[in-house]
């Protein structure tokens, strides 16, 4: 998961939240749900996504729904990485299809470094603690809520409403749900758009909500690996041929070099409006308007970059994460290796990539793209008919709070959708905290008031596209 662009928040108006309210029947009945989703482990090679799968078919399944409605899968060699697509039809056949993505895996969590346990749902100051209680189990709980909710009233939408529960997001060689459809199942979560994670709102250390962001787009992530190699020997008797010293220099190379400033659609009028926020800082204002106008300004660059998230949302990134050397510590090295990790632009080619890396990291050194490689990032249209019914329903259920759009820095399965002509976007609605809540950290937690209101939120904003 995610990577909002939360940037500006600090120059924005606050709100005053209400008290959460969770006495409705309907309410009552979605945090069951979601207790049962948050509780059912589902870290990939450890627990289950099938258990929890079956559990929300079970409740459809009550609701309503028929084995033709519901579409459970998954591969031999992955039984416990399953998914599940469900389809309420819709009563305009001209009407192209809509499609609620959320995935049911979570990041590992041990016992031992949480205060709580992390596998069991704990309401405490106003919070609810555990292991995907936002990631991503907060938008799964909903949109299968929302779905359980419309077939319970006989709610009869105009268009189509899938949705996509899958597995394998958090791990890179996991069975990846989401691209599994895209490749074996196209038609089945064929959709004129697709909601996701990756948008969202923040609160301010005070409590109050400071921004809504609407994800459009996000960049691809990828890993390479430089790989160098020599002789070795007695580390008496060194050499200036050493591998460690030509690895080193190769990323030395890619620690000094700026992938050149590119802007999308989105990025544009993200900039644009960071720009005119009001207490936006007057030197970063005007390198901002200057980078806008000429991508090439490096004087501009060197003021914008020093905020890391506006740096990273300018261009290509690629970064150290691991290394390995030596084999004895009084041997010369016969090889050292490292991981480049990168987020690749949309539009820009993993190979387009490899190529500069190749070039950087110079003729003594093996650099290889490292399998699964992941397609070229493909940014959706700042369309109006998908942020218009957002920006509506947040005027009524969030007044006075901005909302911007953001393209994503990190990754999320929306990628594998764009990639056979789903657009997807990064819904938002639902809030966390300055720190990110605990996601993929310790302590995750979301709260009360945030999961509710934002249940309600989504509720009205899928039955504003589909009906």
Known sequence: ??????????????????????????????????????????????????????????????????????????????????????????SDPKAKPMLLLAHIDVVAAKREDWVR????????????????????????????????RFKQSGYKPKRTIKLALTCGEETTYAFNGAEWLAKNQPDLIAAEFALNEGGGGRYGKDGKRELLAIQVGEKAAQNFTFTTTNPGGHSSQPVPDNAIYELADALKRVQGYEFPIKFTDTTRAFFGMVAKAPTTPRPMADAITSLLANPNDAAADRIVSLDKAMH??????????????????????????????????????VDETLAKLKELAGPKVTVTANMPIRPIGIPPKLDPK?????????????????????????????????????????APGVFIDSDFSGVHGLNERIRVESLYTGRDYLFDLVKAYAG
């Open 1 to 90: 998961m995610r990577g909002i662009g939360w940037i500006v928040a600090a120059a924005l108006v606050g709100q005053s939240l209400p008290a959460a309210a969770q006495t409705r029947p309907d309410q009552q009945a979605f945090f069951a749900l979601y207790k049962e989703l948050v509780e059912t482990n589902t870290v990939v090679d450890v627990g289950s996504c099938t258990q929890a799968r079956d559990q929300v078919a079970a409740r459809m399944k009550a609701a309503g729904y028929t084995d033709q409605d519901l579409t459970p899968f998954s591969v031999p060699d992955h039984s416990r990485d399953g998914g599940l697509v469900a389809v309420l039809k819709g």
């Open 117 to 148: 346990d992390p596998f069991k749902l704990i309401e405490e100051g106003g919070y609810y603690y555990g292991r995907g209680s936002v990631d991503d189990k907060a938008m799964a709980a909903i949109w299968a809520d929302a779905m359980i």
């Open 312 to 349: 990273s949302t300018l261009r290509t990134t690629c970064v150290a994460t691991l290394l390995k050397a030596g084999h004895a510590e009084n041997a010369l090295p016969q090889s050292a290796t490292a991981n480049i990790n990168c987020r690749i632009f949309p539009g820009e080619s």
């Open 386 to 426: 998908i942020t218009a019914p957002m920006k509506t329903l947040a005027d009524k259920y969030f007044p006075g709070v901005p909302m911007l759009p953001s393209m994503s820095t990190g990754a999320t399965d929306g990628i594998f959708l764009e990639a056979i002509g789903i657009p997807v976007y990064g």
